[in-house]
C-alpha cells in the first residue's frame, strides 16, 4: 500500500502466486505467510476486481494448449490451472473492498484464528484423498498392461498403494467425525487431523508418484510420437500387430500411457508436483501448523503420570 485517503487505498507491487486468476472475475489480496512487525503497509488484505484499472496478469506458459490433441495429453489438456503474478500500478482500492489495513498481525490471523484456513484446506485433504484414488488405479492398470499385476513384489507395491490411500481416506473422515465447536452452534473440521492430512501430502506425493512411475517403466517411451499412424492402413496395422497385447488394442495402450505419462512425468505432472510441496508454504510451515495444534500438556501429562507412580527405591 503506497497511499491513502478518504476514498481508499492505493496499491503498487506485485503478489503471487494466483491459480486460475485468468478465469476469475475478482482477486482477493491478503497474507498468509507471518509478516514482520514493520510491514505495516505490506498488510493490506482486500478485494481486487480483475478488470481494476492498473491491475495486470503475467501468467506461465500454458502446458496444455500447444501440446495438440487431446489424447496425447489429456490432463494437461483439461485442467491446466494457470498461474499468474499479479502487479499493481496506481490500483485505486476503495475502502469498502478493504478488510485489514495496517494490521501485520491481524492480516495472517483472519486466517489461522478463525476456521478460514481448516475449513479452505479441508477441501485441500479432500483433493488429495480424489488424486490418490487416481493414482492408485492408474498403478494397477499400468501393471495389468505390462503384464506384472500377479507378480507378488508388484501386488505388494499395488497393496501398499491402497494402504497409503486408504490410511489418508480416514484422515479425511476423521476431520468430520472429530469436528471441533466453532461458537453459536456451528463446528468446523478437526484442525490437526486436517493439518496431519497436509504434511502427509507434502511428505508422500513425490515417492507415490515415484513407486507408480517405476511400475510404469519405460512403457511410455515405446510409443510411436502421434497416435496419427493408426490412421494410415499399413502402419496401422504394424501398430496394432505389435504394440497390442492379448487384452489390450494397441491404441489403448498407448491412451492410458499418454494418461500416466501425462500425470507423472510431464510439465504439467512437475507442476502437480511442486504444488502439492508448496501450495500451503514451504516444509516448516506445515510443520509448524501441525506443532502449534498439539495438545502438548496432555501428552506430557500421560509421562508424568507414570512417573508418578513409582518413586527411586
Known amino acids: ?43 493490506v488484505t482486500c478485494a481486487v476486481p480483475v478488470n481494476a484499472p492498473g491491475v495486470a496478469l ?32 496506481d490500483v485505486h482500492i476503495p475502502w469498502e473492498r478493504v478488510f485489514v489495513h495496517d494490521n501485520p498481525a491481524l492480516s495472517r490471523d483472519i486466517y489461522v484464528e478463525t476456521p478460514a484456513h481448516y475449513m479452505s484446506n479441508h477441501q485441500s485433504n479432500v483433493r488429495f484423498a480424489a ?21 507378488p513384489a508388484v501386488r505388494e507395491v499395488l497393496a501398499d498403494l ?21 461458537g453459536n452452534g456451528y463446528v468446523h473440521v478437526n484442525r490437526r487431523y486436517m493439518y496431519a492430512g497436509i504434511n502427509y501430502a507434502v511428505e508422500n506425493y513425490g515417492n507415490i508418484c ?15 510420437a502421434s497416435i496419427d499412424v493408426a490412421d494410415d492402413p499399413a502402419l496401422g496395422a504394424v501398430f496394432e500387430d505389435y504394440w497390442s497385447t492379448a487384452d489390450e488394442s494397441a491404441t489403448e495402450r498407448m491412451k492410458l500411457f ?34 502449534r495444534h498439539v495438545p502438548w500438556d496432555d501428552y506430557e501429562g500421560l509421562v508424568d503420570a507414570i512417573m508418578a507412580g513409582y518413586g527411586t527405591r
Open 1 to 43: 500500500m503506497t497511499a491513502e485517503d478518504s476514498e481508499g487505498v492505493v496499491l503498487n507491487g506485485m503478489k503471487m502466486l494466483a491459480t486460475g486468476a485468468v478465469f476469475a472475475d475478482e482477486l482477493w489480496i491478503g497474507n498468509i505467510i507471518p509478516l514482520a512487525p514493520s510491514q505495516v503497509k505490506e498488510s
Open 58 to 89: 503475467w501468467a506461465r506458459k500454458p502446458f496444455g494448449a500447444a501440446q495438440g490433441i487431446e489424447f496425447h495429453n489429456p490432463l494437461s489438456h483439461r485442467f491446466d490451472e494457470s498461474d499468474s503474478m499479479i502487479v499493481f500500478k
Open 131 to 151: 488424486k490418490l484414488r487416481l493414482l492408485v488405479g492408474l498403478a494397477s492398470k499400468i501393471a495389468r498392461s505390462n503384464g506384472a499385476r500377479d507378480i
Open 162 to 182: 491402497a494402504s497409503m490411500e486408504a490410511a489418508y481416506g480416514g484422515i479425511v473422515d476423521g476431520q468430520l467425525q472429530a469436528c471441533q465447536p466453532a
Open 210 to 224: 515415484d513407486r507408480v512411475r517405476t511400475l510404469m517403466g519405460g512403457g511410455v517411451f515405446q510409443m510411436p
Open 258 to 291: 499418454h494418461l500416466a505419462w501425462d500425470l507423472l512425468g510431464s510439465e504439467f505432472a512437475m507442476r502437480h508436483d511442486q504444488y502439492e510441496k508448496f501450495y500451503v508454504g514451504p516444509r516448516f510451515i506445515v510443520r509448524d501448523y501441525n506443532f
